[in-house]
């Protein structure tokens, strides 16, 4: 319009402030003044009469843009979900942020858009944001939770938000700080002052990010989440009276309101849970819940006799553990299901659409009457329509020709899949054991054994250390570990302790002057279940031989692996049966996902240019660790594994191009529940 006409900053910054993030006007502005300011480079023009111009029309069209936004509305009313005042169904896919790169957040919205969906639901892990007490991180990397709800605006999907404070989720701690259980005066998940203190200021903080991309204020934010499955807790807690069950969810709800989310709240149980579950003047949504009729009898009961009707949490896969079979729902069950919703007008979020990983040490537990614990894969494919890598499956196509049938809507084409490569198999060149380190730390020295807790570590792995100027033999007994320990003696593997099998002895004969080193792994805490409130780690109970308390002299070594571990030098260092760090480097021409094979690697934990990629561990079902291309640079990549048990290992790692997901290692898990030896 006017070529040679450049905005002052000033103005541009003020206009820039009126469009939604990464927006397609924020793009032509930007655009534009960069050309703008290249042409007039040696110019210095000053802005003429076309540049106000400009200036004032981009003005007027972004609160024309703004005012367009404020116009829409989303309410619960006679019996419907309105937006601007005519009734919608949501058709809603679950996906979490934290556990997709944020350089594929968009692709993934993409694929959740194309299969026919109008709604992305999230929940938000208070501790993937409080890093530590008090540390916020809303900004960096995936912790960037606005710009994840931005980009779903952008994609066109509404935005569900669950925020818990309690997540389960297969997530670590179901989402809390693990340092709460610090406080001997707070009581989480209960009307306990210190825990509801902490509650509020995590809502506070969490609100201060996402409150104005509500609806209310332009966002696509429609509904959030008070609590999550209460209802199951006031079942498993009939010791907690209920009046103070009442008092807790109802406290939640006034949290959320006084922080400034200003949209539909609705709750998430099981509908046979609703008693315990539902707030007053607010929706239940059902989880799990495939019988239509007892779906709209249960809302009705306790919703004034009217819906909507929502299942919050239809399963297209399900959860998986260490050591159990994988999980698989066919694809004509799902369709079948889904169907059914769709006939009776009942709202749905399929949880998982895309499951994502569990990064690092972000995998949660259960537990059952076989196992003390179940640790969670670090795969959270959960059998999703679309995989842990964000391919398209025979569910997704399945579902997305059912809905074809049923939404009037047009469906955007496929994104393309996101390019797997294979490399060479990596080698692992340098190496180094871990009791070398062990000589080189300072311990933390006390008579008692500590627990993570106590030495101010959340995660990793702690080294419990010991020298007996006497011999003793006899059965050692560790019934405070938690979870999984290797123990030495004179740096000599003489067997495992396991809390998943229920396995908390073994012989020991330990001569005079010999040290006993019991190295010990945090696998997750429980994210589930009345056992939620019991949730240290470490060891947290005297160690035992023959009936006598092991006390005095203990000293502990922290490796919480916060970081890529370095080897310095080049040299080898690892002895066959102690744990190692192997590191190494690898040559990627183009950058693209990579499957690590661990299968005939132990356990430990895999690093990648300072990112964790999560635990392996051969009893499977998982063999192979996702390797995200967006974690890869052109040239020269580094690599680092712990591997803990460290039998006859060959310092090699082959790639893949497809996940190893469903493969038991039956020798070896039946290893695991007799415990005969190291693995």
């Known amino acids: 319009m006017f070529p040679n006409d450049c905005l002052p900053s000033g103005s541009i910054a003020k206009i820039l402030r009126h469009f939604p993030a990464g927006g397609r006007a924020i793009s032509w502005i930007q655009r534009r003044q960069a050309a703008c300011h290249l042409r007039n480079h040696r110019r210095k023009a000053r802005p003429s009469w076309g540049a106000v111009f400009v200036a004032t029309w981009l003005l007027c069209c972004a609160q024309c843009s703004l005012l367009g936004q404020q116009k829409h509305t989303f309410a619960i009313a006679n019996s419907q979900f309105m937006y601007d005042g005519k009734a919608v169904q949501i058709h809603s896919g679950e996906m979490h942020f934290a556990r997709i790169p944020r350089q594929y957040w968009r692709h993934r919205l993409q694929m959740l858009k194309a299969m026919g969906l109008n709604t992305v639901a999230t929940y938000v892990f208070w501790n993937y944001h409080e890093t530590a007490p008090g540390v916020w991180d809303f900004k960096t990397g995936n912790h960037d939770i606005a710009a994840f709800i931005r980009t779903a605006q952008e994609v066109g999907l509404f935005v569900i938000l669950r925020p818990g404070p309690y997540a ?6 179901g989402g809390y700080p693990w340092w709460l259980e610090k406080d001997t005066g707070l009581v989480i998940r209960t009307y306990n002052q210190p825990f509801l203190d902490s509650c509020n200021t995590y809502i506070r903080h969490l609100a201060a990010q996402v409150k104005d991309l509500q609806i209310t204020h332009g966002g696509p934010i429609i509904m959030v989440q008070a609590e999550n499955e209460f209802g199951s807790y006031v079942a498993q807690r009939k010791d907690i009276p209920a009046e103070q069950h009442t008092r807790y969810k109802l406290a939640i709800e006034g949290l959320l309101k006084q922080a400034g989310f200003d949209i539909p709240l609705f709750t998430s149980d099981g509908s046979w849970l609703f008693n315990g579950g539902a707030i007053e003047g607010i929706l239940p949504a059902a989880n799990g819940e495939d019988n239509v009729d007892s779906l709209k009898k249960a809302v009705d009961r306790y919703h004034h006799q009217e819906g909507p009707y929502m299942v919050a949490e239809f399963y297209p896969g399900w959860l998986d553990h260490w050591g159990e079979p994988f999980a698989n729902v066919t694809a004509s069950d799902v369709v079948g299901q889904l169907e059914k919703y769709l006939k009776a007008g009942v709202s749905f979020n399929i949880y998982m659409v895309h499951g994502g990983t ?15 614990i179940q640790p969670d894969l670090t795969s959270y494919d959960y059998d999703a329509p679309i995989n842990e890598q964000g391919w398209a499956t025979p569910k997704y196509i399945a579902i997305r020709e059912l809905l074809k049938r049923y939404v009037k ?45 106590d030495l101010n570590q959340g995660y990793g792995y702690v080294l419990y250390s010991r020298k007996f100027t006497e011999s003793v033999k006899g059965t050692l007994v560790v019934d405070g570990l938690r979870d999984y320990a290797t123990v030495y003696v004179n740096r000599h593997c003489v067997g495992i302790l396991n809390r998943v099998m229920k396995k ?90 990579i499957f690590l094979n661990m299968k005939k690697w132990d356990k430990g934990i895999v690093f990648v240019n300072g990112w964790n990629l999560g635990r392996y561990w051969k009893v499977g079902p998982q063999q192979t660790l996702y390797l995200p291309g967006a974690f890869l640079k052109k040239g020269k990549n580094e690599i680092a594994v712990f591997e803990q048990i460290n039998e006859g290992i060959i310092p090699s790692i082959p790639t893949a191009s497809q996940p190893v997901l469903t493969t038991l290692q039956q020798e070896k898990y039946a290893d695991l529940i007799q415990n005969v030896g190291p693995l």
């Open 358 to 372: 569990n990064f690092g040490f972000t995998s949660g537990a259960n537990y059952d009457g076989g196992h003390d």
């Open 168 to 173: 389960c989720a297969e997530w670590e701690f």
């Open 504 to 593: 908390y002895s073994l012989p020991v004969d330990i001569p005079d002057n010999a040290t006993l080193d019991i190295l010990v792994e945090n696998m997750g805490r429980i994210n589930y279940g009345a056992e939620i409130v019991h949730n240290t780690k470490g060891i947290i109970s005297p160690v035992m031989i023959n009936n006598q308390k092991i006390e005095g002299h203990w000293k502990m070594y922290r490796f919480p692996f916060a970081s890529m571990p370095v080897i310095r030098g080049t040299e080898s260092g690892e002895k066959t049966g102690q744990p190692a760090i192997y590191g190494g480097s690898f040559l990627v021409e183009t950058p693209g996902d």
């Open 409 to 453: 809507n047009p469906f955007p084409p496929i994104p393309k899949q996101i390019p797997a490569i294979a490399l060479p198999p990596i080698q692992l060149h340098k190496s180094v054991d871990l009791f070398s380190l062990k000589s080189a730390m300072q311990p933390v020295a006390s008579d008692s054994i500590l627990t993570f807790e």
